[in-house]
Each structure stands twice: as C-alpha cells, then as structure tokens.
C-alpha cells in the first residue's frame, strides 16, 4: 500500500480527533451555560445525575476542520455541509428546549432535500443477478427515505453512553477499510476517517461514565453523514454496495425495525418512547453499561468483520458469518421481550397490577 495513503489516513483520524478532545471541556462549559442539559433521570434513562449535551457540536467542528484540511469543494460537498449544518441546528435547539417530533422532522426532511435536489446525491439503480433496475423519478423518495432512516436509526438506539457514538465509529472504520482496500480514495474515503477522528475524541468523554452526551445533535448528525457515506459509495451501484452499508449498522438497524414492531403490537405509537430496547434487554439481565456496550460493540465489530470479509475475500464465508450472528440476533429476541412479552415479563406485569 502506498506509504502516502496510510500517512493521510493517520492525519485525517489524528487531526480531527485531538481536536475534539480538546475542544469538548469548552462546549461543556456552552451547554451548561445555555441549559442544554439532559435532565432526566430514572425510569428509560440510565444516568443518576445532569449530564450537559452537545456533543454533537463538538463532533460536527472536527468534521469540518477534517474537511478544511483534506477535503475538496464540490456541488456535492456544498450539499453535504449545508444539510449537515441544518441537522446540527435543529440538534441543538432540540437540545435546549424539546422541539416537537413535527418541526424536527421537517427539518430532517428540509436537510435531505438538499442533499438530493441540490447535491443531486442519489440511488439511481441497482444490479445484481443479471438484473439491473432503474429507479428513475423513485431515486428522490428511496433517497430521501434512505436519509431520514439513518438519521433516526442512530437516535433511537442512543440510550447508552457511548453507544451511538461507538457504533457509528465502527461504521466509519469499515467503510475506511473497505475503501482504502479497493483503492477508492474519493469523498467517502476522507468523510469516513475524518467522521472516525471526531467521534473517537468524542468517546473519549462520552464512553462511561459520560461526562456529556451526543444529544440530538449529535445522533442526528452521526446517523446523517452515515447515510451520506452510504450514498457515495453507490456510485455504479450493485447489490453488494447498497447492502454492506446497512449490514454493518445491523445492530441499530434490527433495534428499530423490532420497536415499530414491538409498539404496533401493543397498539402503541412506532415512535413512542419506551425501555425495551436491546440494551435494555442486556441492562435487564444485570450487566454494567459498560458491559452491554462493550457487547454491542463486540457484536457490531463482528456485523463489520463479515462484511470486509464479503467484500474483500470470500462471499461465501461473508454468507456463512451473516447467518451465524443472524441465528444468534434471532435467539436473543426470543429470549427476551424486544419485540414479544415473555412470560417473565407477563407475570411481572400481572404482579404490579394486582398490588394496584
């Protein structure tokens, strides 16, 4: 590998990430000034005490110090800022004072429009299996749905501290791997390291005990640039290129498909808050946070670990690891009340019921 490739891929993770670590005591010390504190404690929440948010600000300036660096303009670049810029805003404002799910939708909405009207970012069409099929007028919807998935993806799952912020930096390291590997050193290649730079400074006062938390702004705008990371490398798209992506955030991905499922059968809104969660379910069975995040990255790593292992050297094996941790997801869900009461579960529910 070219010696000058492995040097700027070095600095663009080291640049950003001293950055953030030595930007984040200054943005504490903003949130707590303008009350952009996460109060709640008990019950779905896990901290015992007021911790400040905006770590998403802090992760979004070493994004784009990364970006000033090694980065190049482009119409595209242009469209990626500007949407990313809409997310930190409406993030932060969510995070000092709770914006309804309404506004902040639109305004997701608002950031994915331009990213394909004006980026003109978009999945055009698929091969795979002798088959090509072209999206035409649909690209605009699929991509804008493609977006506003991945944005919220993240956010639900963003229950622990380091969670959001540790799966994402597995994304950005295996999108990394995979690009510099095939010798794809275009804007998906700088985005995802200089992306991996910011959120490990992050972690580094996010991983528990946090000391600030991602916010909405943070979440938001992790889950916004994976999608957009996703969206590049879709250029001369395949199955292979348009699936990967999302196998790796499988862990998140599953998390939120099984809670729409889990309220819809309870007769519950998809997007109503609630405490069953994976890392719940994990908490539930009296392991430390640190432990259950330490499991879910384990399990994310090895979602990672099969995809550069399809991509860059045997499918089949891809296939067989897939499935292994597809049955081990599976009996999991099974064993626990994410997505069905178990009967543990009931008769708990029976329990505190009759003391009413």
Known sequence: MDPNIITKIFLMILIPFLFVVMIIPYIKKIAISIQAIDNHIGGRHIHKKPIPKLGGLAIFLGFLIGYMIFGTHSVAMNAILIGSFIILIVGII??????????????????????????????????????????????????????????????????????????????????????????????????????????????????????????????????????????????????????IPLIILAIPILDTLFAIIRRMLKGESPFQADQFHIHHQLLNRNLSQRATVIIIYIVDLLFAFASIVYVLQDQYLGYITYGILLVIVLIFVAKTNVVFDTKEMKKKRKMNFSKK
Request: hydrophobic letters at 55%; charged letters at 10%; one cysteine or more.
């Open 94 to 243: 969510d995070d000092i004072s709770e914006l309804s799910a309404k506004t902040q939708f639109i305004m997701q909405l608002a950031a994915a429009c331009v990213v394909v009207f004006y980026g003109n970012i978009l999945i055009r069409d698929v091969s795979a299996f002798g088959l090509y099929i072209e999206f035409s007028w649909l690209s605009y919807p699929l991509t804008i749905l493609f977006i506003l998935g991945c944005i919220n993806c993240i956010n639900l799952i963003d229950g622990l501290d380091g969670l959001s912020g540790g799966i994402s930096a597995i994304y950005y390291l295996t999108v990394g791997i995979i690009a510099t590997m095939l010798g794809k050193t275009g804007l998906d290649f700088v985005l995802a390291f200089v992306m991996l730079g910011s959120t490990l400074g992050f972690l580094v006062y996010n991983f528990n005990p946090a000391s600030i938390f991602a916010g909405n702004s943070g979440s938001y705008f992790m889950g916004f640039i994976i999608a957009i990371i996703a969206l590049l490398g879709f250029k001369n798209v395949t199955l292979t290129s348009l699936i």
